[in-house]
């Protein structure tokens, strides 16, 4: 098992020398160059013989040593570019309305496929004792402005008294002044004096008495104005409570499902119906990174779409500058009229995004091969025979071939046998006819 291995390893080595260092030679060899020993002893002995070749037959000796490829002379051609994505439809809005509110559906359902317009009662919800709650409070705002009222009448009442308080005071500090002053000169008693301070304390107190009343008639002023913001806001609920009981169209459109079913107890966030809306419609597509840089937002867009053949025409409204995380691909949005409704959400579309026109080369598919980098392009070769190769890029698929741009105007490229030779390689092409 040993010596079989080993003869394995020696034959493996040497078919990779001469695929790898000896390549030319081999290719050559598997090519059908096999004769050329032949050629050469004929040659040899012409020349012994002292008979001299002729001059059109060495060219010829010199050509069957080289390989035989077959190419084609092809020349760029102006093209209308466009960005070609495959997407789909989708509608330019889509709500589910639900309802805000707990009650029951006392409405007759629409049926899904009916248009509605914006604003259109779609579920009726019971009242119960909503209105009930309503009046309830307005009478409660009502009964608050009264209140207001008594209190603002009572603020200048208090203030009178502080007024009448301050007054009782002066006049107490005069008779005070003066009962000092004849007692000190023997006219009054004592007495006379204690009472005058006595009363002077008491219209102080009287004073305080006053102020304290002007607080409490200010504070139920205060008061007042806070139960006429309450029973506002009770009134504002009620109303809203009552507008929830009325679910309607927030735009124009189609059902997608029926409405709710007479009868039906809605809880809050309960599906009444879908709504979308179809006109204009939205064509979505994501474009890869090589791509985007040539789609514009207002470029003007073609689709054709996969179900019925119809073709449709818009112009790019969104290009997205955040690529998708999993994919590494921009959203492309494009608006398309569909006044007949005609296009229905979700089909399946082939997108085509005009972008600037650009010279390109009509080729077939098995040209195209890739250098020792793994760079796509061409193995061209020019008038000398001398192989080259082309990087090139794919802007367009199509039956006949592909379309390939940055390359020279007019090339001349290996379609057969461009697997076979590589760089600096000289060969014997074969050209095709132009009609090929």
Not at 137 to 147: D, G, N, T, V
Not at 298 to 319: I, P
Request: one cysteine or more; proline letters at 3%.
């Amino acid at each position: 098992m040993r010596i079989v291995s080993l003869i394995l390893a020696i034959a493996v080595g040497a078919g990779l020398y001469f695929w790898v260092i000896e390549r030319e030679q081999t290719l050559a060899f598997l090519a059908g160059d096999t004769e050329a020993p032949e050629t050469e002893t004929a040659r040899t002995g012409a020349q012994t013989d002292g008979t001299d070749a002729s001059q059109d037959a060495a060219p010829a000796s010199d050509t069957s040593d080289l390989i035989k490829v077959v190419a084609r002379k092809s020349i760029a051609r102006e093209i209308d570019n466009a960005v070609v994505l495959r997407g789909q439809t989708e509608a330019a809005r889509q709500v589910e309305v639900r309802a805000e509110t707990s009650s029951t559906v006392i409405s007759p359902p629409l049926r899904k496929g009916a248009f509605v317009e914006a604003g259109q009662l779609m579920c009726q919800l019971d009242p119960g004792t909503r209105a009930s709650a309503l009046t309830e409070a307005r009478a409660r705002l009502a009964e608050a402005i009264a209140s207001k009222t008594e209190a603002e009448s009572r603020v200048p009442e208090a203030e009178s008294r502080v007024i009448e308080a301050q007054a009782r005071i002066d006049e107490a500090q005069v008779n005070q002044n003066a009962a000092r002053r004849l007692s000190e000169g023997g006219f009054a008693a004592e007495t006379r004096v204690k009472n005058a301070e006595a009363s002077l304390a008491a219209a102080e107190a009287s004073l305080e008495g006053a102020k304290a009343s002007v607080i409490a008639a200010r504070a139920g002023l205060q008061s007042a104005d806070a139960t006429i913001e309450s029973a506002a806001a009770s009134i504002a609920t009620a109303e809203k409570e009552m507008e929830r009981l009325d679910i309607r169209a927030p735009f124009a459109g189609i059902l997608e499902s029926d409405t709710a079913e007479l009868g039906t107890l809605l809880q809050p966030g309960s599906l009444c119906a879908t709504v979308i809306q179809l006109n204009p419609i939205k064509l979505v597509a994501f474009a890869p990174e090589t791509e985007v840089a040539r789609v514009e937002v207002g470029a003007m867009a073609g689709a054709r779409l996969a179900a019925d053949d119809n073709e449709v025409r818009g112009r790019v409204t969104f290009l997205s500058r955040a690529a998708d995380e999993t994919t590494r691909t921009f959203r492309v949005e494009i608006e398309v009229p569909n006044d007949d409704l005609r296009i229905r959400d979700g089909q399946t579309a082939e997108i085509a995004i005009s972008a600037a026109g650009a010279k390109a080369h009509l080729l077939p598919a098995s040209a195209l091969t890739l250098n020792e980098n793994g760079v796509l392009g061409l193995r061209v070769v020019d008038d000398a025979g001398v192989v080259a190769f082309a990087p090139a890029r794919v802007v367009r698929d199509t039956a006949q071939g592909i379309w390939l741009t940055d390359l020279p105007e007019e090339i001349n490229v290996i379609v057969v046998g461009q697997e076979f030779v590589t760089a600096g390689v000289t060969v014997a092409p074969t050209f095709q006819e132009q009609t090929q």
